[in-house]
């Protein structure tokens, strides 16, 4: 757009103002994790701390197996996410790629799914999965979340846009159906799979109430029970439980800034035409 | 290059690799790619979507077991009772806002970040970062930004009030750490579509004397609607599912003023052990939401074309 000197000025500073409004209470938690408790329940209220206390992070990491549950949702995140790109694209493969008999019919089954909320079956799942004797385990966290139709969907759209000389050319060379999805379809969707790789690690970092509702011991608990047991537990110390945020929120933030110019891209190609 | 990809389709040199000659591995090897997928739809989509139906029509035992068929009743005493009447309103009064701000929100950063000044990508980044941020790691942050006495937000504003725990504000301020939270979204789906706005329009209507706000009325909006549309159909569909906010910020209170459905699912599951009345509300919860969507592709369809 066409503008002059003066709105330019205008608009970089109300961006300013705008950001700074959005990223406020995350820096507000990180100066908060690093004040005294007197800084913290002084009035008025200080908005940065007159040092460093690191006091509050080994506090938190004493008062709560921080590590550990970031070692849990790491681990759950991973496997989710590895599982869901995996299932996810090789129905995608067959539903783009190959031909079979009622094609259309299973690929509308799987879109379907989109439309049952996850909450609205939640509780089923959680009878199904305590009916198994499985709470209180990786494979509870885990097994329901190992596809999603958003994978398939999306998996499908890159795979459509390879173009089909390729499969016809791999034919002739006798490239058996598989070795052309592992070593030339998937390798050529690298964009695709690393938008949708961050999408689902951070929906499965930052689910709460599946976890809540299958594990109850310390050792499964994810992040982010354990920051509400943190919070429920010691209700009135600010700063350790700010040191809890920010650890919970470093990894989540570092994969966010890692992988935004994939996920952006991924996320607007298929949905957004004009 | 397509006319010798259909020739190498048809070719007589490779009569093997034609459709009509599969061998059995060849017809059977799709469903080899799908089973997978399949299997865990069938599994943790179909089989609980249909045992939540099934249960809403009974009653069970504490542990889930089944005990009788009840019919419809568990629907009868969920739409005449109080509290769940109560829980429908607050669950729509607090989609409706939070899809009103959420793309309100979007919109406003979305054209922020569009205009060309310097540092745009640091902007880009911030406005979209709430994407990160856990409802959980977001709940907990604003517990203490809301705290009545040593908080930031009540000394900022210059203002003596008890955001969660006032029943007339409660709601209100779960919407806007809700709201906070969905920027990231909304926001990079906005600027996507912005930035396929084509510039000659704009440029034309400020041939025309247009200003910056009548630009964007009477130019921006249309062109974007359809992914406003999408946009709302996403938001009214995590919003009738929030949960972690409401848990960990308010608990539902004070005096029911924030107990949305997902909440009181939660609770009649969980804590009374009622799980057939439970699935009656996912069962409601999973056709209003059908409704809404259904709703909202008829109209996209009248308005945007």
Known sequence: MVQNKSTKWILLAVNCVVALCIVLP????????????????????????????????TDALRMAPIFRFILNSLFVATVVTIGQLFTGALAAYAFSILEFKGKKAIFMLMLCTMMIPSQAIIIANYLTISGLG????????????????????NMRQAFLQLPTELNEAAKIDGCSTFRFFISIALPLTKPSLGALGVYTFLQSWNQYLWPLLVTDSKEYRTVQIGMGMLQNAEGNAFGPIMAGVIMVLAPSILAFILGQKQLVAGLTAGAVKG | MKKSAVAAKTSPQNPQ?????????????????????????????????????????????????????????????????EAFRNSLFVTVKYSLMVVFFSIAAGFITGVLANEKIPGTGLFRTIYSLPMAISSAAASIIFIFVFHPSIGILNYLLGTDIGWLISDKWALFSVVMVTVWMNIGLNFIFILAALQSV???????????????????????????????????????????????????????????????????????????????LACAESVILFFIILALTLVQFRLEKKVTY
């Open chain 1, 26 to 57: 995350i820096l507000y938690a990180f100066s908060v994790s690093l004040m005294t408790p007197s800084e913290i329940f002084q009035y008025p209220p200080r908005l940065l701390p007159s040092g460093l206390y690191t006091q509050n992070y």
């Open chain 1, 134 to 153: 499985m709470t209180d385990s990786y494979q509870a966290l885990i097994l329901p979340y190992l596809t999603s139709a958003f994978c398939v969907f």
């Open chain 2, 198 to 276: 084509p510039p000659e329009l704009y440029e034309s209507a400020s041939l025309e004397g247009a200003g910056f706000f009548r630009k964007h009325l009477s130019i921006t909006l249309p062109c974007i609607s359809p992914t406003l549309f999408f946009l709302l159909i996403i938001n009214v569909i995590n919003s009738f599912q929030s949960f972690a906010q409401i848990n960990l910020m308010t608990k539902g209170g004070p005096g029911q003023s924030t107990y949305v459905i997902v909440y009181s699912i939660y609770q009649e599951a969980f804590f009374n052990n009622r799980f057939g």
């Open chain 2, 17 to 81: 690799k034609n459709a009509i000659h599969k061998t059995p591995f060849q017809k059977i090897e799709p469903y080899l790619y799908i089973t997978p997928a399949l299997i865990l739809f069938c599994c943790f989509v179909f089989f609980p979507f249909a045992k939540t139906l099934f249960l809403s029509l009974h009653s069970t035992t504490p542990k889930g077991e089944i005990s009788k068929f009840v019919g419809f009743s568990n629907f009868t005493s969920l739409l005449t009772s």
